[in-house]
């Protein structure tokens, strides 16, 4: 659509693939989104997620900003919430862990050593119960399976992207979707909890982060997509509903 | 200069004879034109319509066989503004106009999608109806809030066709989840005159007057490879949380704020599957029905894991 941006999908993706996302794609102009490209090529620049909220911290006492992590049966999901969400933060401050939770987020990228690590933004959070939660499950394992198809297929120019830089191992990510179908089933086991290793990489980082963190989030606050106005016809008035 | 602009026009003029059939001669067109322009002064469009008519009575060219000056396309194609194009649409939907300049508004159809149209009072162009199927030539497109729509102005044609264009159906099915709701939903106002949402007790149209109470959400409905606005009327949202227009009153009542209707509906809402039957009406989807997505079939789930295992 000429000048007006369109609004960006939210991606159904697990923990699992989603942490393994190391790839930004360049934007073609300034102000283009930024998409990033998931080992199984998808270019993806919100997601929709629903899993597990374990834990919320504040990064440094009084800095307004909250890590959190968000747990599906493949990983966890980290996710960084401040004063430039407010919707999300008024309603992570009402929500004690562990709760079931869906979010709305856009993806946030940080640079390491040369790696990218992604992260949440969330735009929402909300309450949910488990329905919601197995649903997002199987239509997330759904997505998957058909990414996993195209990447067999090699034929859209993303997944000839996704293998020339990660050469995924396509079955361990089968192996990753029927562990989490297999989660909709009575008797399940859950897999290794995020490494611990990981898990305090992402801490180191985060003390250096957290100043960027901030000035980025400023900067995002102008970058917002084109979302919707007012309406000139309001339809439903007109359908005499 | 003139000579550059009338090889410009002489060219379209020679183009468009071509591309129905007809050999023109150049030269005579651009002394034609030459003459109205600049000596007679005539506005360029004057001078091309007299050029043209003299050129079709010239060659005797049956009326029906000049192809359109615009190109016929299908509604899925209009994807820019500001291009000339002619359709074969059916009339779906008249709106009412909000404004003396707009004679007649709403929206047309073909198989490939649908589009508004707004036809201006100064076009002079004849009423549609809905449900007949028309012609419109020389039609110019715009995009308006992201989405794009076509005018019919003075030099467009509307022409009543026998062929009836078929429209998909029109009530589509989406499971997708709740993703966004927008700001001036829940409790809101709506102005007396017009129905109009007011913002602060003001309408948009009518400015400072009375409003009534409606419940509605507009939202965002997203299956992870389209998304869809939606409208939610108070109906609809009783369906789904048992909120009424009384009760939000009430909740509003209750917490001395209009808003917490919204902060409830958003905690009830936001982040659930919606399996939703509606109409798509240009940018809304307007709901028919709505319920919550009940769980998954078992056997959906064993056959997935079967196929992974494969």
């Known amino acids: 659509m000429n000048g007006v941006r369109r609004r960006e999908i939210a991606k159904r993706i697990f923990a699992y693939e989603f942490n393994r996302s190391t790839h930004r794609i360049k934007p073609e102009e300034d102000k283009a989104p930024v998409y990033v490209l998931t080992p199984l090529g998808m270019r993806c620049n919100r997601v929709f997620v629903v899993g597990a909220l374990l834990d919320k911290d504040e990064i440094k006492p009084d800095s307004g900003i909250w890590r959190i992590r968000v747990a599906d049966p493949t990983g966890a999901f980290f996710g960084y919430v401040g004063r430039f969400q407010p919707d999300a933060l008024e309603s992570l401050m009402e929500i004690e862990p562990p709760e079931l939770v869906a979010i709305v987020a856009k993806i946030g990228v940080f640079e390491r050593d040369g790696r990218l690590f992604v992260s949440l933004r969330p735009e929402s959070i909300s309450v949910v119960d488990s329905e919601t939660r197995d649903y997002w499950i199987y239509e997330t394992a759904l997505k998957t399976l058909e990414r996993i198809k195209r990447m067999e297929l090699k034929k859209d120019e993303d997944c000839k992207l996704a293998w020339q830089i990660y050469n995924p191992n396509l079955n361990e990510f089968r192996q990753m979707v029927k562990q989490a179908l297999a989660s909709l089933k009575e008797e399940f086991e859950l897999i290794e909890e995020i490494e611990e290793e990981e898990l305090k990489e992402r801490k180191e980082i985060e003390e250096v982060e957290f100043e960027k963190l901030k000035e980025k989030d400023e900067l995002e606050e102008f970058e917002e997509e084109f979302e919707f106005e007012e309406e000139e016809w309001d339809l439903s008035d007109i359908l005499g509903e | ?310």
């Not at chain 2, 007011?198 to 409606?214: L, Q, S, W």
């Not at chain 2, 209707?261 to 958003?266: G, P």
Request: aromatic share 6%.
């Open chain 2, 1 to 310: 200069m003139k000579e550059e602009r009338i090889k410009q026009i002489t060219n379209q003029v020679v183009e468009q004879f071509r591309r129905s059939g007809y050999d023109v001669d150049a030269k005579e067109i651009s002394k034609r034109l030459m003459l109205l322009i600049y000596e007679f002064k005539v506005p360029e469009s004057e001078a091309i319509r007299t050029v043209k008519n003299w050129l079709i009575k010239e060659l005797e060219i049956p009326k029906e066989k000049l192809v359109a000056e615009a190109p016929l396309v299908k509604i899925a194609d209009i994807t820019k503004p500001g291009q000339w194009v002619s359709l074969k649409a059916k009339v779906v939907q008249l709106w009412d106009s909000s404004s003396p300049s707009v004679s007649q508004v709403g929206l047309i159809g073909d198989e490939t999608g649908m589009i508004k149209f707004v036809i201006w009072a100064k076009s002079g162009k004849g009423e549609v109806e809905e449900g007949k199927s028309y012609l419109f030539r020389n039609i110019v497109t715009d995009s308006f809030q992201g989405r794009m729509q076509v005018y019919i102005t003075r030099t467009s044609d509307i022409v009543e066709i026998e062929e009836d264009i078929q429209i998909p159906p029109r009530e589509i099915e989406v499971v997708g989840a709740l993703v966004a709701i927008q700001q001036n939903s829940g409790l809101i106002q709506r102005c007396k005159l017009c129905r109009r949402v007011m913002t602060k007790g003001i309408c948009p149209i009518h400015g400072k007057v009375e409003g009534y109470d409606d419940l509605r959400i507009k939202g965002v409905l997203d299956d992870g490879e389209n998304f869809y606005e939606i409208i939610l009327n108070e109906e609809n949202i009783k369906a789904l949380t048992g909120i009424d227009l009384e009760k939000a009153k009430q909740i509003a009542a209750e917490r001395l704020d209009r808003n917490a209707v919204l902060s409830e509906l958003k905690s009830q809402l936001l982040g659930r599957y919606l399996k939703v039957r509606g109409t798509r009406g240009g940018r809304y989807l307007i709901v028919n029905e709505v319920e919550f997505l009940k769980g998954i079939d078992k056997a959906e789930i064993e056959k997935l894991i079967e196929e992974v295992a494969a």
